[in-house]
């Protein structure tokens, strides 16, 4: 939540003169009894809300520790240092996503509302998480998008869904490269012992498959045809003759191909060229490579038991999780807000409209969603307000891999003047960054108020 | 605005709709069903979480619960109630949200009540600055009120973090309270000052006895936001003055071994918000509408 949760809509002040007669004795005995009445409030917000705006522009202009002034360098850093670059792209994701995100949904919610009798108890569900800290709900989420599909409750749905569809689990737990053919296995996958240059050759002769865990598909292993130029082929087979006999290594008759199995070219700096997958007969094409050398491997994923979980705290997910947390936080609020808006409405409209042979969803399109667009403004307006100054969610749910890649203005605001970084000139910057930000919003509530105060 | 946030108004239905609203019905509340379970399963997820052991939450998820009840203990609240730090930094954060809460609902109906029915001169463009300050981000504070703080020995103390919490409240509390006494009728005024009484015994006697509703709301929402609270809290206290959400956030450096500390932690600052909520909902739907709806 912000201090300032709801951007405000203003009751207009009484005509001037209205009042009471006045004097100038009066007037000045009233200026002295307002003083009373606001002195607290105008003290506090003085020396603690304007005194420390006009600080830190002044304090953004000088260095770390203060002692040198440097003019607007802490904002040409504030572009072009890599993690307070990353905070800003990110905050820019944060305001695209999460108040549309937040604004759709509890305008859903809340038309769909109407349909049904329980229609408290599911508001009371949506809107709690508003009343919880974000640092609870940051435990919450980190909880349930933990990796293991053990512990972590998203990826436990997502395992077993993939079981009961039988989906890509492994399928060659245990199996392993039979000795002395030309390839080895390493932390889970198995790999060509030496490099194979694009036009070669390399076959996988693998043990510890039980007869009874080969796919029904499963075919007689064949040779794997000649490769062209750009192209690696081969054969992965189960290397044992169903009765004993037969050459260790060497693709023969009753011997099984293994079907599935993703087998990657990889370069020499670790990263995979091409892929390809087996036929029933064990048989592999990898094509479009380019010339050069590469190591030959089957991936982990191939023979690990049962499915991973997905990394949802990994850096390639961690802002997406972050933004949902929020959102199951914030839908409520939208919600609350436009269900509001809609039972303050006059329904006798949408009653004529309805009479008159309009399909629901024009009811919708052309009276109901133009009569809330004052509302659905005033919680989008909120929300983006609110998103960019977004602190907790993001400093508690990313684990410390994946902090970088999830970081936004307030918490590199809070990183490199306090987390650590001790730049306080930096820290200045960022902060009147944020003030930038929410600038347009202030200018909008001041109109409002100009103009409510006009009428 | 006078409608509950929570309550429904049905509007009547004609035959045909009716009909056809049956066949949508069974699907709206098969969705909304779902939804809710979306909504549900993370804090039902931490609170029984929060019942099982560190080797039980190590080594499976909390669903195995169903499966197995012989999991369910409170051991790991027994042990948060012998942790100093949590007790400690609990009844802190009682210290920080009740003053605070206090001081934004009195500073704020005094200068609300003045900003609507006192005449003084620059009272609009004071207003003006209000509002513009509604929305300042509290990071432009952080810097300067540390330094401000260190050198007067407020720097890591709970009436440090008031004092913010309040100075940040103000705007906010300004607003709601002038814009609810805007609509107390002026009659009344009238006919108190016509008796003689001073602004004062306007405002204690007559004015603020009508704004119950409107502080309760106020109250409320100040409350929550200074009780869930955590960045303020980071940077002005230390390990003696910390609230429940920082102490908390320091264990999730070791998130997996820490988990029986932080489920049952974060379900423990979630109590009062809970019952507060649930008690006072209406009260903290009003303020926030009392901005937006007219």
């Known amino acids: 939540m912000t201090e300032a949760a ?90 695209i996503v999460a108040p549309a995100a937040c604004t759709i949904l509890g305008l859903v919610f809340a038309v769909l509302l109407d349909k049904i009798k329980w229609a408290t108890a599911f508001k009371l569900i949506i809107f709690m998480p508003m009343a919880i800290s974000m640092l609870a709900a940051g435990v919450i989420f980190r909880t349930i998008f933990q990796e293991s599909p053990n512990l972590g409750v998203v990826n436990a749905a997502i395992v077993a869904t993939q079981e009961a569809f039988g989906g890509p689990t492994a399928a060659y737990p245990g199996a392993e490269p039979r000795e002395d053919t030309g390839i080895i296995a390493e932390q889970g996958s198995v790999g060509s012992e030496s490099a194979v240059t694009a036009g070669g050759q390399q076959d996988f002769a693998l043990v510890g498959v039980r007869a009874s865990e080969l796919p029904e598909n499963a075919a007689q292993a064949e040779v794997a045809e000649a490769p062209s130029s750009d192209q690696i082929t081969g054969t992965v087979f189960l290397d044992v003759v169903r009765g004993g006999g037969g050459t260790n290594g060497e693709v023969e008759d009753g011997k099984t191909g293994l079907p599935g ?195 | 605005m006078t409608v509950s946030g929570l309550t429904v108004v049905k509007g009547k239905k004609t035959l045909a709709q009716r009909i056809l609203g049956f066949f949508g019905k069974g699907v709206v509340n098969v969705v909304l069903i779902v939804v809710a379970l979306f909504w549900l399963i993370p804090s039902v997820g931490l609170f029984l979480s929060s019942l099982r052991s560190v080797g039980d939450n190590a080594s499976s998820g909390w669903w195995t619960i169903f499966l197995e009840p012989a999991q369910l203990t409170i051991e790991n609240y027994a042990n948060l109630l012998q942790n100093d730090a949590i007790t400690g930094s609990f009844f802190n954060t009682i210290m920080i949200a009740v003053p605070t809460t206090v001081a934004v609902v009195l500073f704020g109906s005094l200068a609300g009540f003045a900003f609507a029915w006192i005449q003084f001169p620059g009272r609009d463009w004071l207003l003006i600055v209000v509002i513009i300050l509604l929305a300042v981000p509290l990071q432009v504070a952080f810097i300067p009120l540390a330094q401000m703080f260190g050198s007067i020995g407020l720097f890591g103390s709970v009436l440090g973090v008031v004092l913010f919490h309040v100075a940040f409240g103000l705007p906010f509390a300004i607003f709601l309270m002038r814009n609810f006494f805007m609509q107390v009728p002026g009659e009344l005024l009238e006919a108190a000052r016509l008796d003689g009484a001073s602004e004062w015994r306007i405002f204690f006697l007559v004015v603020l006895p009508l704004g119950t509703p409107a502080i309760a709301s106020l109250a409320i929402f100040q409350f929550l936001w200074t009780w869930n609270d955590m960045l303020v809290s980071l940077i002005f206290t230390n390990s003696q003055s910390q609230p429940l959400t920082v102490a908390i956030q320091s264990q999730l450096r070791q998130f997996g071994s820490n988990i029986d500390v932080l489920s049952a932690g974060a379900f423990l600052s979630m109590i009062v918000p809970l019952i507060v909520f649930f008690a006072f909902q209406r009260f903290f739907v009003q303020a926030l509408l009392a901005g937006s709806n007219r």
Do not use: C, H
């Not at chain 1, 709801?6 to 007037?27: E, L």
């Not at chain 1, 009811?363 to 960019?388: C, E, H, K, S």
């Not at chain 1, 910057?429 to 930000?437: F, I, N, Q, S």
């Open chain 1, 261 to 455: 199995v993703t087998v990657d070219a990889v370069t020499a700096d670790g990263s995979i060229a091409a892929s390809g997958t087996t036929d029933d007969s064990g048989r592999y094409v990898i094509e479009g490579l380019g010339s050069g050398d590469y190591t030959v491997a089957l991936p982990a994923s191939n023979f690990q038991e049962g499915a991973g979980g997905v990394s949802w705290l990994s850096s390639a997910f961690i802002t997406g999780v972050v933004i949902l947390s929020y959102i199951w936080i914030w839908a409520g609020f939208a919600m609350v807000m436009i269900a509001s808006g809609l039972s303050a409405m006059d329904r006798s409209l949408q009653e004529a409209a309805r009479v008159d042979g309009a399909s629901e969803f024009q009811v919708f399109r052309r009276i109901t969603a133009p009569l809330l667009a004052p509302v659905i403004t005033v919680v989008f307006v909120t929300l983006i307000i609110n998103v960019l100054k977004i602190f907790d969610l993001v400093y508690v749910i990313p684990p410390g891999a994946s902090k970088p890649a999830a970081n936004v203005i307030a918490v590199e605001m809070w990183t490199v003047s306090f987390g650590g970084g001790n730049n306080q000139g930096l820290g200045s910057a960022l902060a009147l960054l944020l003030l930038l930000l929410v600038l347009p919003s202030m200018i909008i509530n001041v109109r409002r108020f100009r103009k409510e105060r006009e009428r």
């Open chain 1, 6 to 95: 709801v951007a405000p809509a203003v009751t207009p002040s009484p005509k001037s003169g209205s009042r009471r007669p006045s004097g100038t004795g009066s007037r000045r005995r009233m200026f002295l009894i307002a003083l009373g009445f606001l002195a607290p409030a105008l003290v506090l917000l003085g020396a603690l809300v304007v005194y420390p705006i006009v600080y830190t522009v002044i304090r953004s202009m000088f260095s770390a520790d203060g002692s040198a002034f440097v003019g607007f360098e802490n904002y040409a850093t504030m572009f072009t240092n890599d993690s307070t670059f990353t905070a800003i792209r990110n905050n820019i994701i944060w305001v």
